[in-house]
């Protein structure tokens, strides 16, 4: 609060009224009693629980599908429909808890809620659990307390702690690698979760603010605006997670600074993870581009966005009538792909997985091949053609003709028809590679297959010589249209974690691979390599040392 009252200029949006009426009116009576039906899962995730309950109803219709909410005024279990009928029929009945997520949700506001009294209440459970001497059978919230006591050198002494009993399993299971931290969800936000863990374990990213590219001291935005700096912000995010605490970390400072600076997107409500990653890196690049670069263009800027991120499209279009072409480029963070209903040519003479057989499956070099096919344009969409001196028919072929450090593909997952005025998500499964050879798809490669093996120059550069990416983070979609949730996936070492708000979980490949993916997001196979050979160096565990020296926060 007190760094909202340094600026007058911003206000946030409007906490939810009858979460504020229901605390005045009950206190923390509802809470309290929610917290003994609270349970931990071996992975760490925490839900409610009924005793005696089995399998939750809907306490109206006996339905047993779908999620669940508990009315924390009756104790009514309810389905989503009659949570929201329920503060119809019963005044004052408008804050709920899904029992799944254990999170605070209003049937009035249809919405998602965070109050930092409730997450007390449920991280002070995972507290009552490591006080109760768990050990092997220990959640994640549990060793993840734990942890902090041994960074702290409260409870534990750890020259002797290779003499403990159980020790050596639990660090097994609770040493991961310096960096991964849960974010909490601060209501609705696991949109920005998912994108967020993606920037901290990108490497270019990474060694960018670990390096001290951007100091809080030296930030001049910080002293001349009354915006908050959200440069400085993500800055204040590395330094927390790559601290050395593990405990879930809330990045509730970033949010604020990110509404100030996309105010068409400042609400409670769930926003589209593309969206927010694209406003995030024009957010960046319009504070730190135009202070490092003045008027140069998108392709000259220093700022750590286009730095990472920033290629370059390219064009063609030829006229059906006399072969001309005109060419033009297009500067991009990411490339959106359009789901391939086919098999792509990379993979023709292979033998066809079930799944694909059954017509439910595409695969990513099918999509960029569908990116990268010639299109002819309808006849309403006629170009001028300089050459014949009017409008003809034209084909469009798009082509990479600058590969970025780090590659963001978006997967069109989220259709919307204005002649149907209606929306609907595709749920199709999209097979992508964990190495993947981008060379196909340069437009050095494209004018190449079209011209033929010519003595002329392509326009290759040195995006043809470091056209091999490894993929790092999977942001995946579950759900549908109306109610859905974000997860990322983030690989270090060659190790999968999932990272869901909170819940930081380690998984294999299948799962990854099985994952709905919305975004992929490659970084060139050399800066792969590197930091995997930086990681393994690095000590991950307590026991052998208590921070991982970090330049500029040491």
């Not at 389905?79 to 997520?101: K, M, N, Y």
């Not at 008027?295 to 991120?309: L, M, P, T, W, Y």
């Not at 990513?364 to 028919?393: A, I, M, V």
């Not at 930081?504 to 299948?510: F, K, R």
Request: aromatic content about 10%; some cysteine; glycine content about 6%.
């Amino acid at each position: 609060m007190e760094m909202l009252l340094k600026n007058p200029l911003y206000t946030n949006p409007e906490p939810c009224q009858h979460l504020a009426e229901y605390k005045l009116k009950h206190g923390f009576s509802g809470y309290k009693a929610i917290q003994k039906l609270l349970v931990t899962s071996s992975i760490g995730k925490t839900s409610v629980k009924k005793p005696n309950t089995k399998v939750p109803r809907c306490s109206f219709c006996n339905g047993c599908e779908g999620r669940f909410y508990l009315c924390l005024i009756c104790s009514s279990f309810s389905c989503l429909d009659h949570t929201i009928l329920h503060p119809q029929s019963e005044a004052g009945h408008a804050v709920f808890v899904d029992i799944e997520r254990a999170e605070l949700y209003c049937g009035v506001c249809c919405d998602q809620l965070y109050d930092p009294d409730f997450d007390q209440v449920v991280m002070s459970k995972h507290s009552m659990g490591v006080a109760s001497g768990a050990t092997g059978n220990e959640s994640i919230g549990q060793r993840l307390i734990k942890r902090r006591r041994l960074v702290s050198g409260v409870g534990l002494n750890f020259q002797k702690s290779k003499c403990g009993v159980s020790t050596k399993d639990v660090r097994a299971k609770s040493c991961y690698p310096m960096g991964l931290r849960g974010l909490n969800n601060l209501g609705s936000t696991c949109f920005m979760n998912s994108v967020l863990q993606v920037l901290l374990h990108a490497p270019p990213v990474r060694d960018y603010f670990l390096s001290g590219g951007h100091r809080w001291e030296a930030c001049h935005r910080r002293r001349t605006t009354d915006l908050m700096c959200l440069l400085c912000e993500v800055n204040a995010i590395f330094s927390a997670v790559y601290s050395g605490d593990q405990n879930p970390y809330t990045p509730a400072q970033f949010l604020y600074s990110w509404w100030q600076h996309s105010a068409n997107l400042a609400s409670y409500e769930q926003q589209d993870a593309h969206e927010f990653f694209i406003s995030m890196l024009d957010a960046i690049h319009e504070k730190e581009g135009k202070a490092r670069n003045g008027s140069k263009g998108n392709e000259d800027c220093q700022c750590i966005a286009h730095r990472v991120f920033y290629g370059l499209l390219r064009s063609d279009v030829t006229c059906m009538a006399c072969g001309f072409t005109s060419t033009t480029y297009d500067p991009c963070v990411d490339i959106s792909l359009n789901l391939d209903t086919s098999v792509s040519s990379t993979e023709k003479g292979k033998k066809l997985t079930k799944r694909n057989e059954d017509g439910n499956m595409s695969t990513l070099s099918g999509c960029l091949d569908l990116f990268t096919r010639p299109e002819k344009l309808g006849s309403d969409q006629k170009l001028y053609c300089q050459n014949c001196q009017e409008k003809q028919d034209s084909l469009k072929q798009m082509s990479i003709r600058k590969l970025p450090l780090v590659l963001s593909l978006h997967v069109k997952r989220f259709e919307h028809s204005f002649v149907k005025r209606s929306s609907r998500k595709i749920d199709r499964y999209l097979q992508f590679p964990f190495s993947l050879d981008m060379s196909p798809y340069l437009s050095s490669s494209i004018l190449r297959a079209r011209y033929g093996n010519r003595i002329y120059s392509f326009g290759g550069d040195e995006s043809d010589i470091f056209s091999e990416f490894e993929i790092f983070a999977v942001v995946t979609h579950s759900g549908t249209l109306e109610s859905g949730h974000y997860v990322s996936f983030v690989r270090i070492r060659n190790q999968w974690y999932k990272c869901d708000d909170a819940w930081i979980t380690e998984v294999d490949e299948a799962t990854v691979r099985a994952s709905q993916c919305y975004m992929i997001f490659y970084v060139q196979k050399t800066l792969y390599n590197k930091a995997n050979e930086d990681q393994s160096h690095a000590p991950n565990c307590p026991g052998r040392e208590l921070f991982f020296p970090i330049a500029g926060f040491c």
